[in-house]
């Protein structure tokens, strides 16, 4: 048999990722210890993405999202915390008209507070 005829022909099929920016609002005051809600809030647009093909995981301090949209495409995106995410019950995920939601706790200590004060000559 002719080699050729008999190869398998072999078809590659792309899969194109789109980078979506993970849109933050921090409703922390960093450097208040007393405040204990301090939230920081992600906003992804991602749409014609089905709630249960979106993946989200976390660690504490990072997000990586990833939402297949269909077979040739999905959206990615990955974000790093200002300060770190404290996970728990608190944290939520909403998804509604294309827009998903994440909000994750986060502990901001003052990075000041054990510092030393440097005298000015």
């Given at each position: ?29 960093c ?12 906003t ?16 504490k ?6 939402a ?18 404290k996970?728990?019950?608190?944290s939520?995920?909403r ?23 440097l005298?000015?000559?």
């Open positions: 048999m002719d080699k050729e005829k008999t190869k398998e022909t072999k078809k590659t099929t792309f899969k194109r990722k789109i980078w979506v920016p993970a849109c933050p609002t921090c409703d922390c005051g450097s208040d210890e007393d405040d204990k809600g301090n939230v920081e809030t992600l992804f647009e991602i749409p014609g993405v089905e709630k249960d093909k979106i993946h989200l995981d976390v660690t301090d990072r997000i990586r999202m990833i297949h949209r269909n077979e040739s495409t999905d959206f990615v995106s990955e974000y790093l915390f200002s300060c770190t995410a996970l728990d019950e608190k939520i995920a998804y509604d008209n294309g827009i998903l939601t994440v909000d994750v706790p986060v502990d901001c200590p003052d990075p000041y507070k054990d510092a030393q004060r005298e000015i000559n």
